[in-house]
T-cell receptor, first 116, second 115 residues
Framework: TQLLEQSPQFLSIQEGENLTVYCNSSSVFSSLQWYRQEPGEGPVLLVTVVTGGEVKKLKRLTFQFGDARKDSSLHITAAQPGDTGLYLC????????????????FGQGTILTVHP | DTEVTQTPKHLVMGMTNKKSLKCEQHMGHRAMYWYKQKAKKPPELMFVYSYEKLSINESVPSRFSPECPNSSLLNLHLHALQPEDSALYLC??????????????FGEGSRLTVL
């Protein structure tokens, strides 16, 4: 059972287009992160959201955390070839018990290709 | 530039070899992690160290042996690996505190190929 459903798995678009990636779950998350990973590199943290309904912007990237903290989205405006990469959402399930660190639940990832 | 440094960046080894992957961080984090990642898939957790003690082992085969010599260093010793162990091995670190949000800081990874 995949606790964090990420969609779409693949996205191929032209430079200048807009796109949205979604992460959905039936579980409540105490926090959720978005990471971007380029080929041969490690994931790089883009943003953390912790409050239901929260919206954060990072240049052309807009991140939303659902009101119920069960879903999140990443919207990219006017995509550029440099945005190409694997986008991962990951989060900590609320009230999961045990330690307060360690296990993140990852989505399956979205491979984004932006063509010039 | 990442503040988590992994060496080597690439490693090719035979199934009878013994090798080690190394990771170093200087962010003062007291939790360190090893993840395994196959191509175009999310990272899979292998081990977690907290305050230099192993706190999570995700049922990883004994041919992988982690070690945390101090709060800045994390090693992964490899012995008698199988070709299916070929993957990108990622080290990560994070804070350890009650309200920790789960943010991980990853290294660039070590690309392992087992022949």
């Amino acid at each position: 059972t995949q606790l964090l459903e990420q969609s779409p798995q693949f996205l191929s678009i032209q430079e200048g287009e807009n796109l949205t990636v979604y992460c959905n779950s039936s579980s409540v998350f105490s926090s959720l992160q978005w990471y971007r990973q380029e080929p041969g590199e490690g994931p790089v943290l883009l943003v953390t959201v912790v409050t239901g309904g929260e919206v954060k912007k990072l240049k052309r990237l807009t991140f939303q955390f659902g009101d119920a903290r069960k879903d999140s989205s990443l919207h990219i405006t006017a995509a550029q070839p440099g945005d190409t990469g694997l986008y991962l959402c990951a989060g900590k399930i609320a009230n999961a018990g045990g330690t307060s660190y360690g296990k993140l639940t990852f989505g399956q990832g979205t491979i984004l290709t932006v063509h010039p | 530039d990442t503040e988590v440094t992994q060496t080597p960046k690439h490693l090719v080894m035979g199934m009878t070899n013994k090798k080690s992957l190394k990771c170093e961080q200087h962010m003062g984090h007291r939790a360190m992690y090893w993840y395994k990642q196959k191509a175009k898939k999310p990272p899979e957790l292998m081990f977690v160290y907290s305050y230099e003690k192993l706190s999570i082992n995700e049922s990883v085969p004994s041919r992988f042996s982690p070690e945390c010599p101090n709060s800045s260093l994390l090693n992964l010793h490899l012995h008698a690996l199988q070709p299916e162990d070929s993957a990108l091995y990622l080290c990560a670190s994070s804070q350890v505190r009650v309200v920790h949000t789960g943010e991980l800081f990853f290294g660039e990874g070590s690309r392992l190929t087992v022949l």
